[in-house]
């Protein structure tokens, strides 16, 4: 009915409203952060991961941030592939971010790239996670204060990555076989979410 049109019209006009209002908080300056993140693994190098970090950098003005940070992360992955065995690992990563935005509103789209390296905290030979990593997401700002926005990202992950298995030639020839089995390198792929807030 025409009460039903109306409140669609107003709901729009509000949406409209948040996206068109220009940011009045910082434009250019120190930012810090916090977040939380949770991964899923693209195919079975790694099952899932969560983490929090926090993420420091200098905006240069509305569209353009340049940063770094550290976050932990506990993840869930491929330890020794004949026996499909996963186990799980503690590990820290420090990492650098480029972000641009494309609009100066309210609520503000943009594209963010991270690079850095994984530390595995956990003890043992096996460090399934640790070296380069590479992560690329696009992601919302949404300005809730003056110098105060949430922000959500969903991205690609690639993380360098250590498993171990038996070679065709270990299980084939028994009375030669080597009872190390091979350390196979790889890169791990993912989707990560994340949910940050910048103060």
């Known amino acids: 009915g025409k009460s039903m049109k109306n409140r669609y019209i107003v709901a729009i006009i509000f949406l409209f409203s948040l996206y068109s209002v220009n940011v009045v908080g910082r434009t250019k300056g120190y930012e810090k952060g916090i977040e939380i993140n949770a991964t899923v693994g ?3 190098l790694q099952k899932y991961s969560f983490g929090i970090g926090t993420v420091h950098g200098y905006r240069f003005n509305q569209y353009f941030f340049l940063g770094g940070g550290a976050s932990y992360e506990y993840l869930n992955g491929l ?4 026996f499909n065995s996963y186990n799980v ?8 971010r480029a972000k641009v935005n494309f609009t100066k509103t309210r609520v503000s789209p943009f594209i963010a790239i991270d690079c850095g390296y994984t530390f595995n ?13 590479f992560h690329s997401a696009v992601g919302c700002d949404i300005k809730v204060g003056e110098n105060q926005e949430l922000y959500i990202m969903i991205g690609y992950n690639a993380q360098r990555y250590y498993y171990k298995d038996f070679s065709l030639k270990q299980l084939t020839f028994g009375d ?8 196979i390198k ?3 792929e993912k989707i990560n979410f994340v949910l940050g807030f910048n103060f």
Do not use: H, Y
Not at 89 to 96: D, H, P, Q, T
Not at 121 to 132: F, H, Q, Y
Not at 177 to 182: A, G, H, I, Q, R
């Open 79 to 82: 330890e020794f592939k004949l």
């Open 176 to 183: 030669q076989l080597d009872t190390e089995p091979s350390g």
């Open 121 to 133: 905290l956990s003890p043992g030979e096996i460090r399934m996670a640790e070296g380069v990593f």
């Open 186 to 188: 790889a890169f791990a």
């Open 89 to 96: 690992e503690n590990s820290i990563k420090l990492f650098g």
């Open 42 to 44: 693209l195919g079975k």
